[in-house]
């Protein structure tokens, strides 16, 4: 089992910069992908960026392509997310994900076993 923490949500204004921080516990060791998504109102859990552990290849959606950034420290155990250059159009509930090493593409939620509960970043104008 993988336990998994985010935190770092807040609201922020337009053009300011966020880092999330996702402390993983468990079988950590184990993991081969680690990722956020993020989920607005009304929408569809998005994917917004990953990180093979193995390598540390980082994969980043288009829509923050630029603005967002995925590291981890894997002596800490904790997955971050670097937002800068906030868009009111980021507001949703972010989620950190970990994967075993299923098939899937990185950028599909099927592909991670454990999920954190999640933090509301609010970007207002």
């Known amino acids: 089992q993988v336990q998994l923490e985010e935190s770092g949500g807040k609201l922020v204004q337009v053009g300011d910069s966020l880092r999330l921080s996702c402390l993983a516990s468990?079988?950590?060791?184990?993991?081969?992908?680690m990722g956020w998504f993020r989920q607005a109102p009304g929408k569809e859990r998005e994917f917004v960026a990953s990180?093979?552990?193995?390598?540390?290849?980082?994969y980043i959606a288009d829509s923050v392509l630029g603005r967002f950034m995925i590291s981890r420290d894997s002596t800490k155990n904790t997955l971050y997310l670097q937002m800068d250059n906030l868009k009111s159009e980021d507001t949703a509930v972010y989620y950190c994900?970990?994967?075993?090493?299923?098939?899937?593409?990185?950028?599909?939620?099927?592909?991670?076993?454990?999920w954190g509960q999640g933090t509301q970043v609010t970007v207002s104008q």
């Open positions: 990180i093979i552990n193995a390598d540390n290849g980082v």
């Open positions: 468990g079988r950590t060791f184990a993991l081969d992908t």
């Open positions: 994900a970990a994967s075993l090493g299923r098939r899937q593409s990185a950028s599909d939620t099927r592909r991670y076993e454990y």
